[in-house]
């Protein structure tokens, strides 16, 4: 088993073959990766050793096959379900944990839930809460890039709860009126929290939305990491070559619950859990590569212990890292602090220092 | 020097610092082949064309999301938004999203944006193209709010606000967008921030002022000098951050303190200001603070001067001050 954050992140670009066989077990292998991990977090949480999570599981093809079809110069505006994009956009498992521990390491330091995390260095925004805010951002963005004339594109993740807000309205109208290069990419897991999909729209699908700004919709089986990767690798070559924005809708299903403080019993069925679940995609991959002669249980057996050892392993050392100083709560506010800063953290400062003397 | 009024002197300042930095650009509702409802960007389209003067759909979450993912791009995205009476479907993207992104992000991802926005009263425009409500954007960590009430000071300050590495909200007092004129730099002059401006220098009341009430101060302190009262005006210029050094400063030489502005008193800037000065120069004070302000009504339009602090409040609110000890 290979640390995710060495992996290579494949430089595909337009014109690309489909996923190969070694792109296709690599693909695989991070999508086990994904799993382990937020199968993990969700009992450290019950354990009380992480605070809040909100787990991907079910959404690991659209989220590694959208991923593949990515360059590394590509800017991802992510919402807070994304680890699957973290890590293949190659962030080390144990930034992750940093940030779902808020310690010393973290990269946003300590500021946000976990979940919300961000990474300059593989152009991984960083998350927030509200719904739907990132989409008009990477539109922004995607118009800088258009006036720079960089060949990137910007893509948004969100959820079939977010076409319900306000962002994604004014983000697609102006995606369609700019002709930028963005990709707007739903992974619709049905769920709202407790709202289902039929909540959110009358709309048969919510890929047809994207008609009515003038611009392709796209709806694929996001368990189905093939139709994802052609889908985005389609969208990202159009977009680059100046066609303009795409919204894909990706069709999975939310496994878990919303987060760590959500119980989906109270509104979901196990049925129709269970009958989700017939159609996992890690099973559907797995079978896949098995019926290719690609893949076999053995080797399968071996990779999720490695992922699950991996896991533990990286989230005991990331366990041990040193608290956040107590002192970076006034940075970042503004460039440079204001006096008024300065003085609030002057005063906390003289707290802090005759809460040592006392201890 | 040349003289121009405020919005020329906005105009000119954007128009100068455009042609300085390739990375600048506007986007805004009627900004471009209108030059602006009010003509702030008027020609700007015509100098650096539809790529850097962006005319945009009517959606202000557009137009603040989009300045936001243009700044962290790499870009300086100066943003209109044509009233700030009009720019609460963007209240999200500035409060959860531009004021916070450099924080959440730990440093990795700040936001340069400014947004431009006229404000206030004073052209019988009703409910909604009067309002003054930056203590909505005071009251929240992360975003700097400036109010220009000379056109020398919005050139320098515009400047300041451009070159900043964080967001800004720079309102523009449009009641007196054409009513006053002033000589105004030719050069790039900065005003940094959190320097308050001694208008005029006085030892028996301070007027606080900022935007369209700096020159009402002005007219007031005036008055109030024929009757033998000295009263010292000083323009806040800045609200975030604050000068407090000057506010205290002054009232520890004149003991008493009246605070002005266009907003509603309830929770206003000046009970902020009136807080710090209560905080930290109470033992100079020689009467209780007063503050004029709008009412805490809803802005009218009939009786909209009835609404507005003119002088005569200011001058009668001095008074007193002086009359109490």
Redesign the interface.
């Known amino acids: 088993m290979v640390e995710p954050g060495t992996l290579p992140v494949l430089p595909t670009v337009s014109g690309a073959p489909a996923l190969g066989e070694a792109a296709l077990r690599d693909a695989y292998q991070l999508m086990v990766m994904a799993r382990a991990t937020d199968e993990r977090c969700l009992m450290l949480q019950r354990q009380g050793r992480i605070g809040f999570y909100a787990p991907l599981m079910g959404q690991e093809a659209a989220q590694v096959g959208a991923s593949r079809a990515l360059a590394p110069e590509d800017w991802v505006f992510p919402a807070y379900r994304e680890l699957a994009v973290a890590l293949a956009r190659g962030v080390p498992l144990k930034a992750i944990f940093d940030q779902l521990l808020g310690n010393a390491d973290d990269a946003i330091k300590g500021r946000q839930m976990p979940n919300h995390f961000g990474f300059r260095t593989v152009n991984f925004v960083v998350a927030s809460s509200p719904i739907g805010t990132q989409i008009t951002q990477a539109v922004g963005a995607a118009m800088a890039a258009q006036r720079r004339k960089d060949p990137i594109v910007t893509i948004a993740f969100f959820g079939d709860g977010a076409t319900s807000s306000n962002d994604f309205h004014a983000g697609l109208n102006f995606a369609g009126v700019f002709q930028c290069p963005s990709i707007f990419f739903c992974q619709n897991n049905q769920w709202a929290i407790s709202m289902p999909r039929k909540r959110q729209t009358r709309s048969a699908t919510l890929a047809e939305k994207a008609a009515a700004y003038g611009i392709p919709g796209v709806l694929v089986d996001g368990n189905d990491i093939h139709a994802v990767y052609d889908a985005v690798r389609e969208a990202r070559a159009r977009a680059v070559a100046g066609g303009g924005p795409t919204m894909i809708e990706a069709e999975v299903y939310r496994f878990g619950p919303h987060s760590t403080s959500d119980d989906p019993k109270r509104y979901q069925t196990d049925q129709e859990l269970l009958a989700a679940k017939e159609r996992d995609p890690i099973g559907r991959l797995k079978a896949e590569l098995i019926a290719a002669g690609r893949w076999h249980e053995d080797a399968d057996r071996k990779l999720w212990e490695d992922a699950r050892a991996l896991v533990s392993r990286t989230f005991e050392a990331a366990e041990k890292g040193k608290p956040l100083d107590p002192r970076s709560l006034f940075d970042d506010v503004f460039a440079e602090m204001t006096p008024r800063l300065a003085e609030e953290r002057a005063g906390y400062d003289a707290r802090l220092r005759e809460g040592a003397t006392k201890s | 020097m040349t003289e121009l009024n405020l919005v020329q002197a906005i105009n000119r300042t954007l128009r100068d610092a455009m042609r300085q930095d390739p990375n600048i650009?506007l986007l805004g509702e009627d900004i471009g082949v209108n030059g602006g409802v009010f003509r702030a960007t008027e020609g700007l389209f015509k100098e650096f064309g539809a790529?850097?003067v962006?005319d945009?759909?009517l959606?202000e979450?557009?137009i603040?999301?989009?300045?936001?993912?243009?700044?962290?791009?790499?870009?300086k995205?100066v943003a209109e938004i044509q009233f700030l009476d009009f720019i609460y479907?963007a209240f999200?993207?500035i409060v959860?999203?531009l004021a916070?992104?450099?924080?959440?992000?730990?440093?990795?991802?700040?936001a340069h944006v400014v947004i431009r926005s006229p404000y206030g009263g004073g052209i019988k425009g009703g409910l909604y193209h009067s309002q003054s409500t930056e203590a909505y954007f005071c009251h929240t960590?992360?975003i700097?709010v400036v109010v220009p009430s000379t056109p020398a000071d919005a050139r320098g300050l515009l400047f300041s606000a451009i070159d900043?590495?964080?967001p800004v909200l720079f309102l523009e007092p449009k009641r007196i967008y054409r009513s006053l004129t002033g000589e105004v730099p030719d050069d790039t002059h900065r005003i940094p921030f959190?320097r308050a401006r001694v208008v005029r220098e006085g030892s028996d009341v301070t007027l606080f002022a900022y935007g369209a009430m700096a020159p009402l101060a002005a007219e007031a302190a005036e008055t109030l000098s024929r009757d033998g009262v000295s009263a010292e005006v000083i323009d806040l210029r800045s609200l975030?951050?604050?000068d407090?050094?000057t506010c205290i400063a002054s009232v520890e030489k004149t003991g008493r303190a009246v605070i002005v502005h266009e907003a509603a008193r309830f929770c206003g800037f000046g009970a902020e200001l009136a807080a710090v000065l209560a905080e930290k120069a109470l033992y100079s004070l020689k009467a209780p603070i007063v503050r004029v302000t709008g009412f805490d009504t809803p802005f009218p339009y009939a009786l909209e001067n009835l609404y507005l602090p003119n002088a005569d409040r200011i001058v009668h609110a001095a008074r007193n001050a002086v009359r109490a000890s």
Request: proline share 10%.
């Open positions: 650009l790529d850097r962006i945009t759909p959606s979450t557009g603040v999301g989009a300045a936001i993912g243009m700044a962290l791009y790499g870009l995205p479907p999200d993207q959860s999203e916070k992104f450099r924080y959440r992000s730990g440093g990795q991802y700040p960590a992360g700097k900043d590495e964080d959190g975030v951050p604050l407090e050094a």
